[in-house]
């Protein structure tokens, strides 16, 4: 190998080397595994093959059963994947409908394309793919699927933060590139439940694509609403109106815990959940009109993400409200593990509810000058 690369070098003109491998090097586990043949396999007994980690319920298995559950109610649903069947969950469904299920290769371009033209005969294609892997496809989602109003879905694996994989398998584009898509359906749940519950209702639009996006790994125990206003979960009640915080997706779990510490700190944020984050619910308006300031936290690019949609949002309702955003910079996320990107990114609760009680000061301060501070304490 080593010689054919050298030679190759030496050339001096464009070369091609073909060269034929072997999986694993010939190791009985990997040349077994026909599926994947140990693409991506993680920390394994080099006897066995057997994965090490221990083993607990992923986002991508919730979704692959409940799709199994969706494909065995609806014999309209067929799925496409682009050479990634095991990894976002389509085996199951494949081994039971593999006659409704088309694997492209890798072509997301050609499967995005292919999905409009199944819409258009009367079946709902649900394509499963990495979040980063839309991004290949976007002119067809755009003009193949969104102009013609196709009702296609599209299962968006791997969003936000991914962590180890590096730069380019982040998926911190898709809440900016499916904002600017006319007739884009997306939403963002943030636990299993939820899950099922917006893959459901994306599946059962057939005049406009739908996403429905969650990141990679263990899915976090639901959490569950106080209440559900016009379509807005609300799942924690500050003891005073001074900031509500407006959580997307999975960062569900951070908010609430950044709202509790805000509190002992004597700050009420009520955080909420609008489940789907494009169309945004009309009702954020009138909520977000009762609190001092509103804060944004997401795992996308803040660069054209859903806290630039709310701005924008209340700035044509005529609303005047602080608002700030959390969320990832304009730039490619190295390599690392989830937890330690998100604490770099400062997204995490410790460091949002100092944020949070920083802002409220600057809020009150601007509200109440110091000399009109002092008249309020007189009077008490």
Same mark, same amino acid.
């Given at each position: 190998?080593?010689?054919?690369? *050298?030679?190759?070098?030496?050339?001096? =003109?464009?070369?091609?080397?073909?060269?034929?491998? %072997?999986?694993?090097?010939?190791?009985?586990?990997?040349?077994?595994?026909?599926? =994947?043949?140990?693409?991506?396999?993680?920390?394994?007994?080099? *006897?066995?093959?057997?994965?090490?980690?221990?083993?607990?319920?992923?986002?991508?298995?919730?979704?692959?059963?409940?799709?199994?559950?969706?494909?065995? %109610?609806?014999? !309209?649903?067929?799925?496409?994947?682009?050479?990634?069947?095991?990894?976002?969950?389509?085996?199951?469904?494949?081994?039971?409908?593999?006659?409704?299920?088309?694997?492209?290769?890798?072509? +997301?371009?050609?499967?995005?394309?292919?999905?409009?033209?199944?819409?258009?005969?009367?079946?709902?294609?649900?394509?499963?793919?990495?979040?980063?892997?839309?991004?290949?496809?976007?002119?067809?989602?755009?003009?193949?699927?969104?102009? @013609?109003?196709?009702?296609?879905?599209?299962?968006? !694996?791997?969003?936000?933060?991914?962590?180890?994989?590096?730069?380019?398998? @982040?998926?911190?584009?898709?809440?900016?590139?499916?904002?600017?898509?006319?007739?884009?359906?997306?939403?963002?749940?943030? &636990?299993?439940? $939820?899950?099922?519950?917006?893959? $459901? +209702?994306?599946?059962?639009?057939?005049?406009?694509?739908?996403?429905?996006?969650?990141?990679?790994?263990?899915?976090?125990? !639901?959490?569950?609403?106080?209440?559900?206003? &016009?379509?807005? &979960?609300?799942?924690? $009640?500050? +003891?005073?109106?001074?900031?509500?915080?407006?959580? /997307?997706?999975?960062?569900?779990?951070?908010?609430?815990?950044?709202?509790?510490?805000?509190?002992? *700190?004597?700050?009420?944020?009520?955080?909420?959940?609008?489940?789907?984050?494009?169309?945004?619910?009309?009702?954020?308006?009138?909520?977000?009109?009762?609190?001092?300031?509103?804060?944004?936290?997401?795992?996308?690019?803040? @660069?054209?993400?859903?806290?630039?949609?709310?701005? *924008?949002?209340?700035? =044509?309702?005529?609303?005047?409200?602080?608002?700030?955003?959390?969320?990832?910079?304009?730039?490619?996320?190295? @390599?690392?593990?989830?937890?330690? /990107?998100?604490?770099?990114?400062?997204?995490?609760?410790?460091?949002?509810? $100092?944020?949070?009680? +920083?802002?409220?000061?600057?809020?009150?301060?601007?509200?109440?000058?110091?000399?009109?501070?002092?008249?309020?304490?007189?009077?008490?």
């Amino acid at each position: 190998m080593e010689r054919a690369l *050298e030679q190759a070098k030496e050339f001096g =003109e464009p070369v091609l080397v073909h060269v034929i491998t %072997e999986k694993g090097k010939g190791h009985k586990p990997a040349v077994a595994d026909f599926a =994947e043949k140990f693409h991506a396999v993680g920390i394994v007994d080099p *006897e066995t093959g057997t994965p090490l980690a221990k083993s607990s319920t992923s986002w991508t298995n919730v979704f692959s059963d409940e799709l199994l559950a969706l494909g065995k %109610e609806r014999k !309209d649903i067929v799925a496409i994947t682009a050479a990634m069947l095991g990894p976002t969950g389509l085996d199951k469904f494949e081994s039971q409908f593999p006659e409704r299920t088309i694997d492209v290769g890798i072509a +997301e371009q050609h499967a995005v394309t292919s999905a409009a033209g199944l819409a258009f005969a009367g079946l709902h294609p649900v394509f499963a793919v990495y979040s980063t892997f839309l991004n290949r496809a976007f002119d067809q989602l755009l003009l193949d699927v969104s102009l @013609h109003k196709a009702g296609v879905t599209f299962v968006l !694996d791997r969003a936000g933060i991914t962590g180890d994989d590096g730069p380019s398998h @982040h998926g911190i584009w898709d809440l900016a590139l499916t904002g600017m898509v006319p007739t884009m359906r997306v939403a963002a749940p943030r &636990d299993a439940a $939820r899950l099922r519950e917006t893959l $459901r +209702e994306a599946v059962a639009v057939n005049d406009a694509p739908t996403a429905v996006r969650f990141p990679k790994g263990a899915v976090q125990a !639901d959490i569950p609403a106080f209440e559900r206003r &016009d379509g807005v &979960d609300v799942l924690y $009640r500050g +003891e005073s109106a001074d900031v509500l915080l407006i959580s /997307i997706g999975s960062m569900a779990a951070i908010a609430v815990e950044a709202a509790s510490q805000a509190y002992r *700190e004597g700050v009420g944020v009520t955080v909420i959940d609008p489940r789907w984050v494009k169309p945004l619910p009309a009702s954020l308006v009138t909520m977000a009109d009762r609190y001092k300031s509103v804060v944004v936290l997401e795992d996308g690019i803040k @660069h054209g993400g859903i806290a630039s949609s709310i701005s *924008e949002q209340f700035r =044509e309702a005529g609303l005047n409200v602080a608002l700030h955003s959390i969320g990832v910079p304009l730039e490619f996320i190295e @390599h690392s593990k989830r937890a330690e /990107i998100l604490e770099d990114l400062g997204i995490t609760a410790q460091k949002i509810s $100092r944020d949070i009680v +920083e802002w409220n000061s600057t809020v009150e301060e601007m509200q109440f000058p110091e000399h009109e501070n002092a008249d309020r304490k007189q009077t008490r």
